[in-house]
């Protein structure tokens, strides 16, 4: 009985799984960032890879942060990320891998007792992504870490799940 448990998701996951194919592919991204202001995070990845199994691509994040209330007003802070992102596929068995590094613009927003300001610094974000292919579609966890230039305190690891699509 234990060797079908083990043995039946193993032969599931052969005849379901394909290899990464070389074009375009987008996903979604879910997860969160361990540190105030990043939290729950959402945002969506786009690229090619090409056939040499070289990814390129861009991604955006959205984390909406942290908010508490005060006697005096509310105080928040939220992070928004946007990029290119560059890759190499490595095939894993059935799952692909793709350590990656992004590099792009973060904007900070912090507000509080109804006064806003906005700060945008240089960003980039080595990661890697681990994707299990079902057809066309795959799904995934991304884990990535958050470097701001001239911002140590603002920087975070953050996890995702990821659900995409290749073209």
């Not at 079908?4 to 592919?25: D, H, M, R, V």
């Not at 979604?28 to 890879?49: E, M, S, W």
């Not at 966890?141 to 920087?155: E, K, T």
Request: contains cysteine.
């Amino acid at each position: 009985m234990r060797k079908l448990l083990f043995c039946l998701p193993l032969a599931l996951s052969t005849l379901c799984a394909q290899t990464a194919s070389a074009g375009p592919s987008a996903a979604l991204l879910v997860g969160n960032g361990f540190k105030d202001g990043y939290n729950v995070g959402i945002g969506a990845r786009g690229g090619v890879t090409l056939p040499m199994s070289v990814y390129v691509g861009g991604t955006l994040v959205y984390h909406l942060g942290k908010s508490e209330s005060s006697p005096f007003g509310d105080v928040s802070a939220r992070v928004l990320y946007v990029g290119g992102e560059g890759g190499y596929d490595i095939e894993a068995g059935p799952l692909t891998v793709r350590p990656f590094l992004g590099l792009g613009f973060a904007n900070f927003t912090a507000s509080a007792f109804g006064v806003s300001n906005s700060t945008g610094k240089l960003a980039f974000w080595p990661g890697a992504v681990a994707l299990f292919p079902i057809g066309n579609l795959f799904v995934g966890a991304d884990a990535r870490y958050v470097l701001v230039v001239d911002a140590n305190d603002a920087n975070a690891f953050s996890l995702f799940a990821t659900l995409g699509m290749n073209f």
